[in-house]
Structure formats: structure tokens, C-alpha cells
């Protein structure tokens, strides 16, 4: 999805600023999935609840990462309407159409 994708991003950047900080960040999920493939700690969405807040933070790192790549007058405008884009969205791509529309129509 979208949001895998800008947190790959995250990764990256991050990973240019402290690869200290890349091994926090990836590190937890990765020691799951390989746990999982283990008969040692089953894959369930309940268990993988402490990611969440790693992807966000990979999250906001690829939002920030791409905004920076446009001029620097519309940067913030743009890394607010990547973040309402996201916030109105619930991950159809319906609502996220309609959550780009709104935002270019404003």
C-alpha cells in the first residue's frame, strides 16, 4: 500500500541520518517475522500491535523525506496534505481519491 511504500522511503532517510536509528526501527518487526517463520511466536495482528508506532515513525520520516524534495515556499502545505490525505483516508482507494479531490479543491 501507500503507506508501506512512504515508510519505505522513511527507512531510507532515516537510514542516512543514523543507521542506529534504522536498527530500532526495523529491527523489533523484523525479529517477529523471523520468530513467526519459527514455530516460536505466531504472526497475528494482536501480537504485531507494538509496530504500529515504528511504522509511524517510518511514516512521518518518508512523509518529511519527500516534502523536501519540492521548494521550500510549499513544503508545509504539502506535508499537511499528505498528512490530511492520510488522516481521511481509511485505506480504500474511494476515500483516498476523495480525500486528494477535497484537498486540491481547497
Known amino acids: 500500500t501507500i503507506i508501506m511504500l512512504i515508510s519505505a522511503v522513511g527507512v531510507f532517510a532515516l537510514a542516512r541520518r543514523s543507521v542506529l536509528l534504522v536498527l530500532l526501527v526495523v529491527t523489533?518487526?523484523?525479529?517477529?517475522?523471523?520468530?513467526?517463520?519459527?514455530?516460536?511466536?505466531?504472526?497475528?495482528?494482536?501480537?504485531?500491535l507494538f509496530a504500529a508506532p515504528l511504522v509511524l515513525v517510518a511514516l512521518a520520516a518518508g512523509m518529511a523525506a519527500l516534502t523536501r524534495l519540492l521548494p521550500s515556499r510549499s513544503r508545509e502545505v504539502a506535508f499537511a496534505g499528505l498528512?490530511?490525505?492520510?488522516?481521511l483516508a481509511d485505506g480504500t482507494p474511494a476515500d483516498l481519491d476523495f480525500a486528494v479531490a477535497a484537498l486540491a479543491a481547497a
Open 28 to 48: 523489533p518487526a523484523t525479529l517477529a517475522v523471523v520468530a513467526s517463520l519459527l514455530p516460536v511466536w505466531p504472526l497475528t495482528a494482536r501480537l504485531l
Open 83 to 87: 498528512s490530511a490525505a492520510w488522516h
